[in-house]
């Protein structure tokens, strides 16, 4: 079976070297490469990671030439295109450009007991999911450490200004399900789980049972995750429990079948402690079948793991919708017959295009 996979994102259209790219060493030696002593890059860390404060006119603390000096180190990577809401303004879908014209999206939901941010790795995404409207647009490129980072201290900023019902609030969650495949951009997305999880100043000192990575299932990179001591939650988009259908749902399984991917699951289950999480969405008559939930039961009972069911949204022109609610509950009810935790995901921002792959940037 012949599939376009795209691994290799162009090398083209690299954005600019930001502070935030690197680590606190690394930025230490940048200030000093540009003649500054070495603490302005403890300074700026503080106002952009702590203080969410990104305009050095209020860096009291830094005299206006120093500033001035170190805006080689601080580009604009985002420019803000639009926001649209819903939710009564709870979720909030940001689409920006980069400073090559590549758009990317992010979205923010705020529930009674967290705020999660739901985030982009890359420009578009090269592994093809047919029922994925990111996935029908192909791959532009990797977003940068800083690109993916900006994502979140955007959000931090609009939630401190007030700008999001509910009064200022602080990010609890993030999930690379946004565009792209982390695991593609493994290098960026690692440094940016640094960013998200190291200890203030150096990082936000978020906790990283918080954030979860979702993969299609790279299997050499879910072991690699595995062992970066970075004990973030991981979701497999399992979608279908025989190879046969997921070849065709989700392509990378034509590289690396279910029991593979399952395997690396459960190592990474071993090495973290942290229950995977098992996605799949639930697509009328193509995988919502009794026998389907049964063997994916099998599969599954015993492990440290969870599904998490996404009633599918039909992403424009496609020939597929949701299960009825009907085989959605016998497909609960199988999986929890065979000992499996599971529950229903909730549709946020359906109306906005902001739903789970429905990220595609098309507008601009
Ligand atoms: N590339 C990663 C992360 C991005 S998508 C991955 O595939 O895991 C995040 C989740 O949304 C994945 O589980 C993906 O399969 C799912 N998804 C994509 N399109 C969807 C759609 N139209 N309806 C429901 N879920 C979808």
Known sequence: MMVDLVFEAPKTGKPPKHLLDMARPERRAAVQDLGLPAYRADQVSTHLLVHHEDDPGKW????ATDRETLSSLLPQLLQPIRTVDCDDGATVKSLYRL?????????LMRYSDRITMCISSQAGCGMNC?????????LTRNLSTAEIV???????????AGQVPGGPGRISNIVFMGMGEPLANYSAVLGALHRFVDDPPEGLGMSARGITVSTVGLVPRIRQLAQEGMPVTLAVSLHAPDDHLRDTLVPINTRWKVSEVLEAAWFYAEQTKRRVSIEYALIKD???????????????????VHVNLIPLNPTPGSKWTASTPQAEAEFVAALREAGVAVTVRDTRGREIDGACGQLAAIES
């Open 60 to 63: 009291t603390d830094i005299s």
């Open 99 to 107: 400073h090559d014209g590549s758009l990317v999206e992010s979205v």
């Open 130 to 138: 047919p029922f994925c409207a990111t996935g029908q647009a192909g």
């Open 150 to 160: 900006e994502q979140i201290l955007a959000g931090a900023r609009a939630l401190d």
């Open 286 to 304: 193509i995988n919502d079948q009794r026998w389907r939930a049964e063997l994916l039961g099998e599969l599954l009972a015993g492990h440290l």
